[in-house]
T-cell receptor, first 113, second 113 residues
Framework: AQTVTQSQPEMSVQEAETVTLSCTYD???????LFWYKQPPSRQMILVIR??????QNATENRFSVNFQKAAKSFSLKISDSQLGDAAMYFC??????????FGSGTQLTVLP | EPEVTQTPSHQVTQMGQEVILRCVPI?????FYWYRQILGQKVEFLVSFYNNEISEKSEIFDDQFSVERPDGSNFTLKIRSTKLEDSAMYFC???????????FGSGTQLSVL
């Protein structure tokens, strides 16, 4: 079984600043994927970034990057140059192959103007 | 970008009634999922579907739930006799071979009165 833990229920950041959201996970599998999803007030689930566990290089998507520490089972999301549109609930998730995603409890990010 | 579409966006029903939530996954995808999110809580896996049969299901997915892919394009979730606690946002998702990225629909908000 997989578990995903997000220990920060709420975070805030000043516009244009950088913020890091934390996530830890537990799995007995050696081949798995990790994800960050964004859920704005519309409640749509939007994929922000994905990391394959076998890749040592941290994934990057424009202003979003991850710090993947496999030994520590840590997968944090860094948002650089935060924008008002980044305000949302962020969910960390893990999956083994095509099997189901296991989500964390989410971090509500507020961006302050 | 291709989309998973879900209808209706909102569904209101009386307790004990049957509801069918509809989804059109992305056309060349092979794996299909239903997730639900009770307001303020994490997203929870319900069921996965591959090769015209259920591949995995959670403990939430009891005998009141069923899924079907009736015509090769639609993917439906049926709740036979709705309960108040079934009120949630229901997300359909799909992914292709390799299962590297899960595409979510925009969800159906089910309200059971």
């Amino acid at each position: 079984a997989q578990t995903v833990t997000q220990s920060q229920p709420e975070m805030s950041v000043q516009e244009a600043e950088t913020v890091t959201l934390s996530c830890t996970y537990d799995t007995s599998e050696s081949d798995y994927y990790l994800f960050w999803y964004k859920q704005p007030p519309s409640r749509q689930m939007i994929l922000v970034i994905r990391q394959e566990a076998y890749k040592q290089q941290n994934a990057t998507e424009n202003r979003f990057s991850v710090n993947f520490q496999k030994a520590a089972k840590s997968f944090s999301l860094k948002i650089s140059d935060s924008q008002l549109g980044d305000a949302a609930m962020y969910f960390c998730a893990s999956a083994v192959g095509a099997r189901q995603l296991t989500f964390g409890s989410g971090t509500q990010l507020t961006v302050l103007p | 970008e291709p989309e998973v579409t879900q209808t209706p966006s909102h569904q209101v029903t009386q307790m004990g009634q049957e509801v069918i939530l509809r989804c059109v996954p992305i056309s060349n995808h092979l794996y299909f999922y239903w997730y639900r999110q009770i307001l303020g809580q994490k997203v929870e896996f319900l069921v996965s579907f591959y090769n015209n049969e259920i591949s995995e299901k959670s403990e939430i997915f009891d005998d009141q739930f069923s899924v079907e892919r009736p015509d090769g394009s639609n993917f439906t979730l049926k709740i036979r006799s709705t309960k108040l606690e079934d009120s949630a946002m229901y997300f359909c998702a799909s992914t292709g071979q390799g299962a590297r990225k899960l595409f979510f629909g925009s969800g159906t908000q089910l309200s059971v009165l």
